[in-house]
Structures are given as structure tokens and as C-alpha cells.
């Protein structure tokens, strides 16, 4: 299974913005057909949750609490899925991660998004 570079955390106060990205090592249009993408998050409260994620039809769904505020797309040129992340809050704050959707896929080093109230 392909393993995954996050990038694009960082600080950020309440109400603002980020946009993180995800570059696959080949054809990210391949590695959507074979397996999908999620974006997951873990939090100093909560296990590590998936957020948002893309099948490979190319269904796009949200968790609950990031829907409305968060949108995944994709640079195919750039072999490249990023999470556009809107009105940020502090329950937002953690390290995000971005993994094909395979059980044994391997986790990248992730990404830390911390929001500031």
C-alpha cells in the first residue's frame, strides 16, 4: 500500500483558515481508483476519527462536525488531495493525517493543525 506525505498545518486563530495537503508518490488518480482517501484526525480527547474521505467512485462524505467547513479536492497534476479546512475551532486542534482507505495501509507522519481560541 502507497503511504502518504501530509503537509500545510500550522497556527491558526478561531475562525480562520488552513489547507493541507496530501501527495501521493504515483498517480494519485490511481490511488483513488484502487482503494480511496480519507483525511483522519487525532485529537488529545478522541480516538483518531476520520473526517472526510473520497471512495474510488468518487464519493466525497464528511464527519458531522467538519461538515460545511472543511472540503476535500484533488490536483491530479500534482498527484496531490487537499483539505480545505474553514472556520477553524479549537476543537479542530490536532495532528491530521491523510491514508488510503485500506486497513493496511501505513500511516504517515501526519500534519499538526492547532487552532487558538
Known amino acids: 500500500q502507497v503511504k502518504l506525505v501530509e503537509s500545510g498545518g500550522g497556527l491558526v486563530q478561531a475562525g480562520g483558515s488552513l489547507r493541507l495537503s496530501c501527495v501521493a508518490p504515483r498517480s494519485i488518480s490511481s490511488v483513488l481508483s484502487m482503494d480511496g482517501l480519507g483525511w483522519y484526525r487525532q485529537t488529545p480527547r478522541k480516538q483518531r476519527e476520520l473526517v472526510a474521505y473520497i471512495t474510488t467512485s468518487g464519493y466525497i462524505d464528511y464527519s458531522d462536525s467538519v461538515k460545511g467547513r472543511f472540503t476535500i479536492s484533488t490536483d491530479y497534476d500534482k498527484n496531490t488531495v487537499y483539505l480545505q479546512m474553514n472556520s477553524l475551532q479549537a476543537e479542530d486542534t490536532g495532528v491530521y493525517y491523510c491514508?488510503?482507505?485500506?486497513?493496511?495501509?501505513?500511516w504517515g507522519q501526519g500534519t499538526q493543525v492547532t487552532v487558538s481560541s
Open positions: 491514508r488510503v482507505l485500506a486497513d493496511s495501509a501505513p
